[in-house]
């Protein structure tokens, strides 16, 4: 019987992983990308915002680039989040998910969330500097923070991966004692 009828809720969510595993990725290649058109078209970005009765400041291109590539940073690692999980997955999908490699999956995903959450506020910063430049000074809303869930996700992340650990272990010492 193939994995698609035996488990159709994994096979849903392995979908669902590959199309946010993409998505992904093409927002990390256009921000990588589009980066250095910043910087080319820093003139015509100028005269845009001088047609709007702004000026670019010192350092505005600099910043503008450092948020297009902080972002992709972050996508990136959520990239490896989902590849994370990705791998996981498989291991349910085989029958033998308690190894120690899920247990170190679940750790590093848990610490791609942290790094994810403090990669936000760096960029937060010049992020809400740009914002407040380009925007129409009604239109600028750029918020930091979150409500908690992230938190969440990392003890949830950190306690699993203990789980797994433990549970690993606990299959090693009961086949050693058969």
Sequence with gaps: MSVLLRDPLLTALRAIIWFAIGVLCLAASGLIV????????????AAELLKEGKT????????LVFLLLGIA???IMGIYFFWNLLAITDTVRDGDP???ENARRLTRMGWFVVAIYVGGFIVAIPGAWVA??????GDANFE????GSGI???????VLARVFRKG???????????
């Excluded at 589009?34 to 970005?45: E, H, L, N």
């Excluded at 407040?132 to 000074?137: L, M, N, T, W």
């Excluded at 930091?144 to 409500?147: A, L």
């Excluded at 969440?152 to 950190?158: D, E, K």
């Design 168 to 178: 690993t272990e606990m299959r090693e010492e009961l086949e050693g004692t058969v």
């Design 98 to 100: 308690f190894i120690p």
């Design 144 to 147: 930091v923070g979150g409500d």
């Design 73 to 75: 940073a972050i996508v």
């Design 34 to 45: 589009g980066s250095p058109f910043v910087v080319i078209f820093q003139s015509d970005i």
């Design 56 to 63: 670019a400041p010192p350092g505005f291109f600099a910043a």
């Design 132 to 137: 407040s430049i380009a925007a129409d000074a």
């Design 152 to 158: 969440i996700l990392v003890l949830v992340l950190f």
